[in-house]
């Protein structure tokens, strides 16, 4: 369903994602891991191309970039079959939490406004946010407005949803309220890519866990793989260090 290949991308003079290649089929919970600088965020955002490698292929359910030769129809083209969580929600923190989410698929999607708000409101309720129809993001606490920005990432129907570290930005007590929906969303067979400092989540929810660190993939394996019996030393530091 996703495969990247070769995947390049430098900052100046410095090299931070280093021929990536890494496949993701249908459903799958792919959970990516390691130390910080490691090029995580890097190569979550290249997917969808919010920043452009430099070279490589990405392809999404039958849609092919070559980085090299990407136009821009090609890129919307690939970006329509993602959806993305950021660390800091980007909500319109002046507009309610309803009209957050019709925003995309109205404006972007051009659908009716009607349908769009009437998933909108089951969404919000899957989210269990269903009292805060008509609250302002600026109303909301932290974990609300998270859960709010993953409903609207479900309203537009994509292939696959990217998490960046979607709770760094939160207090610790509302971690857990932002991690159930997403639990509930790999029990549902939702395909996500989740960068994340959360090992609970990866170890509970994760179908295959990537340890990156300089830039590459160090390994990659189920769960139980990764956090039981890792088979590099630089990845068994990383979790000695973060346990």
């Known amino acids: 369903m996703i495969s990247l290949s070769n995947i390049h991308k430098s900052f100046k003079k410095h090299q931070v994602l280093k021929g990536i290649s890494l496949k993701v089929g249908k459903g799958e919970v792919v959970v990516i891991i390691g130390p910080s600088g490691s090029g995580k965020t890097t190569l979550l955002r290249c997917i969808n191309f919010l920043t452009p490698p430099e070279e490589g292929e990405i392809e999404i359910s039958g849609v092919r970039v070559d980085a090299k030769n990407a136009t821009k129809k090609e890129i919307l083209k690939l970006r329509k079959k993602t959806a993305m969580v950021f660390q800091g929600f980007n909500l319109f923190s002046n507009k309610s939490a309803l009209e957050n989410i019709t925003e995309g698929p109205v404006i972007v999607q051009k659908r009716n406004k009607s349908e769009a708000a009437e998933q909108a409101k089951k969404l919000l309720d899957s989210v269990g946010l269903s009292d805060k129809y008509d609250a302002r993001a600026s109303q909301l606490s932290g974990g609300q407005q998270q859960r709010v920005a ?68 160090i390994e990659q394996g189920s769960p139980e793989e990764i956090f039981d019996n890792p088979r590099e030393e630089r990845t068994r530091q990383f979790l000695k260090k973060i346990n």
Do not use: C, Q, W, Y
């Open 150 to 217: 993953i409903a609207r990432a479900m309203a537009l129907n994509p292939e696959v949803i990217l998490f960046d570290e979607p709770t760094s930005a939160l207090d610790p007590e509302l971690v857990n309220e932002v991690l159930s929906v997403m639990n509930e969303l790999a029990r549902n067979g939702v395909t996500m890519i989740v960068v994340t400092h959360e090992m609970k989540f990866a170890k509970n929810a994760a179908t295959k866990v990537v340890v990156m660190d300089n830039g590459t993939i």
